[in-house]
């Protein structure tokens, strides 16, 4: 939990194959549901050092940053049970 006392999600690949990467979900509790309200995410290649990339976006002030530059996002909160890692907003699909 973080110290506003949503739920983080974390997850990685530091081990495995020449691709890196780290992932943190930030989880909030509204109206009943359990939203994803915010990603950061970090990825490498081994091999490639010009591959990969960092973004931290907030989903419910459509704010955040992809590779270390302030952008805007229109990801909005969806729900934890429709998170789905194959459709990452495009500021951090990289």
Request: glycine share 10%.
């Amino acid at each position: 939990m973080n110290e506003k006392g949503s739920l983080l999600i974390k997850s990685a690949n530091e081990a495995i194959g020449r691709s890196r990467w780290s992932q943190t979900l930030t989880i909030v509790y509204r109206n009943g549901q359990f939203l994803v309200a915010g990603l950061t995410r970090e990825a490498r290649d081994k091999l490639d050092p010009k591959a990969g990339g960092s973004c931290e976006l907030n989903f419910l002030n459509g704010k955040g940053k992809s590779g270390g530059k302030a952008v805007e996002s229109s990801s909005r909160p969806i729900k934890l049970a429709d998170w789905l890692d194959e459709k990452l907003p495009k500021e951090c699909n990289f």
